[in-house]
Protein backbone atom coordinates (compact mmCIF):
# COMPACT_ATOMS: atom_id res chain seq x y z
CA UNK A 1 0.00 0.00 0.00
CA UNK A 2 2.91 2.42 0.74
CA UNK A 3 3.69 2.22 -2.84
CA UNK A 4 0.65 3.05 -4.36
CA UNK A 5 0.68 6.07 -1.85
CA UNK A 6 4.11 6.67 -3.14
CA UNK A 7 3.52 6.57 -6.42
CA UNK A 8 0.13 9.12 -5.69
CA UNK A 9 2.50 11.35 -4.36
CA UNK A 10 4.61 11.24 -7.26
CA UNK A 11 1.81 11.68 -9.67
CA UNK A 12 0.62 15.23 -7.48
CA UNK A 13 3.98 16.66 -7.34
CA UNK A 14 4.11 16.30 -11.57
CA UNK A 15 0.80 17.91 -11.72
CA UNK A 16 1.62 20.70 -9.69
CA UNK A 17 5.00 21.34 -11.79
CA UNK A 18 2.78 20.63 -15.25
CA UNK A 19 0.51 22.83 -13.86
CA UNK A 20 2.68 25.80 -13.27
CA UNK A 21 4.37 25.52 -16.30
CA UNK A 22 1.33 25.59 -18.14
CA UNK A 23 1.41 22.03 -20.13
CA UNK A 24 -1.32 19.97 -20.53
CA UNK A 25 -0.77 16.10 -19.02
CA UNK A 26 -0.33 13.12 -21.42
CA UNK A 27 -2.33 11.27 -19.13
CA UNK A 28 -5.77 10.02 -20.46
CA UNK A 29 -8.82 11.72 -19.03
CA UNK A 30 -10.63 10.49 -16.21
CA UNK A 31 -13.43 9.06 -18.40
CA UNK A 32 -11.11 6.95 -20.29
CA UNK A 33 -9.68 5.43 -16.51
CA UNK A 34 -13.29 5.23 -16.01
CA UNK A 35 -13.26 2.73 -18.76
CA UNK A 36 -10.50 0.92 -18.03
CA UNK A 37 -12.27 0.03 -14.86
CA UNK A 38 -14.93 -1.07 -16.36
CA UNK A 39 -13.63 -3.43 -18.35
CA UNK A 40 -11.42 -4.99 -15.43
CA UNK A 41 -14.34 -5.36 -13.50
CA UNK A 42 -16.62 -6.63 -16.26
CA UNK A 43 -13.79 -9.00 -16.97
CA UNK A 44 -14.72 -11.00 -13.67
CA UNK A 45 -18.46 -10.93 -14.58
CA UNK A 46 -18.02 -14.09 -16.72
CA UNK A 47 -16.14 -16.36 -14.02
CA UNK A 48 -18.46 -15.05 -11.77
CA UNK A 49 -21.88 -16.18 -13.85
CA UNK A 50 -19.78 -19.21 -14.92
CA UNK A 51 -19.53 -20.30 -11.36
CA UNK A 52 -23.34 -19.55 -10.13
CA UNK A 53 -24.61 -21.48 -13.71
CA UNK A 54 -22.53 -24.36 -12.56
CA UNK A 55 -24.50 -24.79 -9.22
CA UNK A 56 -21.39 -23.52 -6.65
CA UNK A 57 -21.58 -21.50 -4.97
CA UNK A 58 -19.59 -17.36 -4.36
CA UNK A 59 -17.72 -17.18 -1.04
CA UNK A 60 -15.79 -14.06 -0.58
CA UNK A 61 -12.74 -16.77 -0.13
CA UNK A 62 -13.27 -17.17 -3.90
CA UNK A 63 -13.82 -13.64 -4.77
CA UNK A 64 -10.82 -12.79 -3.20
CA UNK A 65 -8.74 -15.18 -4.76
CA UNK A 66 -10.47 -15.30 -8.30
CA UNK A 67 -11.52 -11.33 -8.74
CA UNK A 68 -9.46 -8.72 -6.46
CA UNK A 69 -6.12 -10.34 -7.85
CA UNK A 70 -6.75 -9.53 -11.19
CA UNK A 71 -8.21 -6.39 -10.87
CA UNK A 72 -5.90 -4.81 -8.60
CA UNK A 73 -2.30 -6.66 -9.62
CA UNK A 74 -0.47 -8.11 -7.27
CA UNK A 75 0.41 -5.85 -4.25
CA UNK A 76 3.85 -4.87 -3.68
CA UNK A 77 5.02 -6.63 -0.46
CA UNK A 78 7.88 -3.81 0.16
CA UNK A 79 10.30 -6.97 0.48
CA UNK A 80 13.75 -6.62 -0.73
CA UNK A 81 13.72 -7.55 -3.77
CA UNK A 82 17.26 -9.42 -4.08
CA UNK A 83 16.33 -11.55 -0.75
CA UNK A 84 12.85 -12.58 -2.45
CA UNK A 85 14.78 -13.88 -5.77
CA UNK A 86 13.55 -11.10 -7.77
CA UNK A 87 17.71 -9.63 -9.76
CA UNK A 88 17.04 -5.58 -10.37
CA UNK A 89 19.02 -5.96 -13.51
CA UNK A 90 18.20 -8.66 -16.58
CA UNK A 91 21.08 -11.42 -16.31
CA UNK A 92 23.70 -10.56 -18.38
CA UNK A 93 25.42 -13.43 -21.26
CA UNK A 94 28.89 -13.69 -22.03
CA UNK A 95 30.38 -14.96 -25.69
CA UNK A 96 33.50 -16.39 -25.88
Not at 53 to 65: A, D, I, L, Y
Request: glycine residues 10%; hydrophobic residues 45%.
Amino acid sequence: MKMYLLSLGAGLLVGVIYSLLNVRSPAPPVIALVGLLGILVGEQAVPLVKRLMSGNSVTVSWFNSRCIPHVFGELPTGADHDHAGVHDRAPTREFS
